[in-house]
């Protein structure tokens, strides 16, 4: 019998009808390996996962493998974005058998969870040498029955090796010169042809953009700034940006950024619209911010729900291939456009007969718009007009096209992350329906995900069984900080202060350090420690980043020295593994910078603050807090005591604060402009 018909998860449900006897990840599945002495067959993987689906159509809906399986073990399906616990502990379990990992994620486990196998993708039946599934399967059957004390003795090795390395400690000081260190090995590690890190395949990881724009804030270092922007140039330009329906795909095949995997992931989108308002800032430059509108309208077109909390995703595939929904052939264009506009399209878009991926093409832009009107001999302004008009037809053509998979479980620690985009714009952008998105996604997880003290994990048809882990706290409390920031509601910021209170009785080491996990995954495998940043923050990195803030926003010292302390035990190696402590080295940023608070008080009567106001604090300052605000009494811990006082005939008066000192009141913006100038120098790079 599949026990997965009971579940909420998306991936789990794709995998209901299989004949694989399949369990959840739970005491019933775990209870009955331990009781029948049977080892554990585990898959992990994600439902907008391409080759997860390719195994599942392979492997999983094969009755003879079914058949084998579930003869000889148990069998447990893991959706890794309900369980990241189970997904990174089993991950570097399987990192260091082979050296590598991958989704979808299968591993063979003791009947007490400790794993002795791991392996990747694999079809039913081996070829070229390599062996498939079925082989797989027979000969650990066979060895379970023969010789099983060998693979329980691998499994405790495993074990102790995993618990050896979530013990290990290593101290080092924060201090500037891992900043400087770090810079020059970006300048190493960087592809000066197309931006970015490492070869094919590569991932955005737009936390590497944001740091390279404080690193070149920090060193005043046109070189650095200009690597984030050429990266942040082509990842919009190219194919793993949809060029019609705005948002990100998950990473690109190639290193030029033009073949994608072609799901799009929330906490992507998230990530990369943060760093184009960094880019807008630091350059000025429009394009960064309408890269930023793209990829924020096209979440709440098509990944928000009606409560206000944000899906996971869209998947790859639809129509039964990866990628269909997005491709076009030059036929497509001549049924849609008239001559002019198909011109243009195909020239822009570089369109061909022969297509840059199976036979068609993936819209991605080789040249500005402005040249190719050049070209066409066309104004830019009819250029522009056209490019809309044919836009507009290709989306309505692909709006009739089968859909690829939306998973529709909305995960608190990917909603946080976008909390905190959507309220940074709101506030830079002056855009309403941004900051009143990112209220209502603060007020779904309250509302929906938040009991007892403690935060759930993930909401999907009323069901929240599962706690939450400190990826969900830490992200959360950074998008609590961003809304608190823009619309200075005091209570975001007593909710982030209160969940960080909790992320300290649930997973404090001890030591200065997290744990991932409030519980261990089982007996004798630790409670997961992440320490590096991948396509998403470490949730370490993320914390350390919140108490420095914290600190700075309400004079905490104890906020500041665990701060500290965390960054003390995550350093060790970031100077020489920028690209994997990204984030982290952002919060060690923040923490060297002096603390710079900006308090303005309006007149009740002001709904908002004047252009000319604006003006003066505008520009990328990150180590500068702007609180801006009409009733200074309900942020005593944050302005001045004197302020409700200052007020001179009602007019506008600001104050600027470094460490535990304010300056005299201001209430020119040209004279708070000149001030800032000499306090927090803005720095602006162009290409």
Avoid at 131 to 139: A, C, N, Y
Wanted: glycine letters at 6%.
């Amino acid at each position: 019998m599949n026990h997965l018909q009971y579940e909420k998860s998306p991936y789990l449900l794709q995998h209901a009808d299989n004949p694989v006897d399949w369990y959840p990840w739970g005491e019933t599945a775990l209870n009955r390996a331990r009781q029948e002495n049977r080892p554990i067959f585990l898959s992990i993987g994600y439902s907008t996962c391409h080759w997860c689906h390719v195994m599942a159509h392979e492997s999983f809906t094969d009755r003879a493998v079914a058949e084998k399986l579930n003869k000889s073990f148990i069998a447990i399906k893991v959706d890794r974005e309900e369980r990241p616990d189970l997904d990174a502990g089993f991950m570097q379990a399987c990192q260091m058998m082979n050296g590598q990992g991958g989704w979808p994620l299968n591993l063979f486990l003791c009947p007490d969870g400790k794993p002795f196998y791991a392996l990747t993708y694999a079809p039913p039946q081996g070829h070229g040498g390599r062996p498939g599934l079925i082989d797989i399967i027979d000969k650990i059957a066979d060895m379970w029955q023969a010789r099983s004390q060998e693979l329980v003795n691998a499994g405790e090795s495993l074990a102790n090796a995993l618990l050896d390395l979530e013990a290990q400690s290593y101290r080092q000081p924060p201090e500037e010169a891992i900043l400087r260190r770090a810079a020059e090995k970006l300048k190493e590690l960087f592809d000066p042809q197309y931006g970015g890190f490492d070869s094919a395949p590569k991932f955005p990881q737009p936390h590497n953009q944001t740091l390279l724009f404080r690193l070149a804030q920090r060193f005043d270092d046109s070189q650095l700034a200009g690597m984030a922007q050429q990266t942040l140039d082509n990842i919009a330009g190219g194919g793993i940006t949809d060029q019609l329906g705005g948002g990100m795909h998950r990473y690109s095949v190639d290193e030029r950024w033009l073949i994608p995997h072609f799901e799009k992931m929330l906490y992507d989108q998230a990530l990369i619209s943060d760093a184009y308002l960094d880019a807008w800032l630091v350059s000025g430059q429009r394009n960064y911010r309408q890269a930023a509108e793209q990829v924020l309208n096209y979440c709440l077109r098509e990944l928000q729900q009606d409560q206000g909390g944000f899906y996971c995703g869209e998947d790859a595939d639809s129509e039964g291939r990866e990628g269909t929904y997005y491709l076009w052939s030059q036929q497509d264009l001549e049924a849609e456009l008239t001559v002019q506009e198909r011109s243009l399209v195909e020239n822009y878009y570089s369109i061909s007969a022969g297509g840059n991926f199976e036979g068609k093409n993936i819209l991605a832009r080789n040249q500005t718009l402005a040249a190719v009107a050049e070209q066409l001999q066309l104004s830019t302004t009819a250029a522009e007009q056209l490019l809309q008009a044919a836009q507009s037809k290709l989306l309505q053509k692909r709006s009739r096209r089968p859909r690829p998979h939306l998973d529709d479980k909305i995960i608190t620690a990917w909603n946080g992350l976008l909390i905190a985009s959507l309220a940074r714009a709101g506030r830079l952008l002056d855009n309403d329906s941004y900051l009143h998105a990112a209220q209502e996604a603060s007020a779904f997880i309250s509302r929906e995900l938040f009991f007892s003290g403690r935060l759930k994990r993930r909401y999907r048809a009323g069901d929240t069984r599962i706690d939450g882990f400190l990826e969900d706290y830490a992200y959360l409390i950074y998008g609590l900080i961003e809304l608190f920031l823009t619309d200075f509601n005091s209570s975001h910021l007593e909710r982030a202060m209160s969940l960080m209170q909790r992320c300290e009785e649930l997973f404090n080491d001890g030591r200065g350090g997290y744990f991932d996990a409030a519980e261990p995954i089982v007996p004798g495998l630790g409670r997961g420690r992440s320490r590096q940043d991948g396509a998403l923050p470490a949730a370490s990195s993320v914390t350390a980043h919140n108490l420095v803030r914290l600190a700075q926003l309400t004079g905490n010292n104890a906020f500041e020295q665990r701060g500290k302390a965390l960054l003390a035990q995550l350093l060790a190696k970031a100077d020489q593994y920028p690209t994997a402590f990204a984030f982290l080295l952002q919060a060690l940023d923040l923490a060297l910078s002096e603390p710079l608070t900006l308090v303005i008080v309006m007149p009740p009567e002001l709904s908002s603050l004047p252009a000319p106001w604006k003006k003066a604090f505008y520009g990328f300052r990150p180590q500068l807090v702007t609180i801006i605000t009409t009733t200074p009494e309900h942020l005593s811990a944050l302005v001045p005591a004197t302020a409700g006082k200052h007020l001179i005939n009602r007019s506008i008066t600001a104050w600027l604060c470094t460490g535990n000192s304010c300056l005299a009141p201001v209430t020119d913006p040209e004279l708070l402009a000149e001030t800032l100038k000499t306090y927090a120098p803005l720095k602006t790079f162009n290409r």
